[in-house]
């Protein structure tokens, strides 16, 4: 099975494909979909352009989205929830289940506290993935997503087989 991740961003969107067996976990690739400043609609374009060419490229069989949290400005989290319909959307209309995760459920899969650093993530990342080179903190955040998920399928599949 392969997984991606992703990492919803209007400027920066990070997506991460890890390939799953059993219970190992494997780095496929990761990077980050750049969009410049300007107007909305080309941006999410870009981001959307170029998630469809990585799930076509990487063909992965699952996918797992982190869901945007609300902060002071709204505007600012309105135009991410735009770069998030694109993260949902892509994977989508390719087939692709998808699986969503709070921001805290993510660090605490990974690193296992729910309010970890960016930087502890980073560092986890690399130890259960090891050889991994990260093209920056936002693909970092996407392969941890990934990772989230496959903890959860792994869970759900267990789970399913105690109970035949």
């Known amino acids: 099975m392969k997984i991606i991740g992703i990492d919803p961003g209007l400027r920066n969107m990070g997506w991460g494909?890890?390939?799953?067996?059993?219970?190992?976990l494997r780095h496929v690739a990761n990077g980050i979909i750049h969009s410049e400043a300007g107007e909305l609609g080309p941006r999410l374009v870009v981001l959307y352009r170029g998630l469809c060419a990585v799930i076509a490229e990487h063909a992965p069989t699952a996918a797992a989205v982190e869901q945007t949290f609300v902060n002071?400005?709204?505007v600012g989290t309105l135009k991410l929830g735009q770069a998030r319909g694109i993260a949902l959307l892509a994977p989508a209309e390719a087939g692709i289940e998808i699986g969503e995760y709070a921001p805290n459920a993510v660090k605490k899969s990974v690193v296992g506290v729910g309010h970890a650093a960016k930087e502890q993530i980073q560092h986890m990342v690399r130890f259960m993935l090891p050889g991994v080179e990260l093209a920056g903190p936002d693909a970092a955040d996407a392969?941890?997503?990934a990772i989230c998920h496959a903890h959860h399928l792994q869970g759900r599949a267990l789970r399913i087989k105690i109970s035949t």
């Open 17 to 24: 494909v890890i390939a799953v067996d059993g219970p190992r």
């Open 72 to 74: 002071k400005d709204a």
């Open 143 to 145: 392969l941890a997503i």
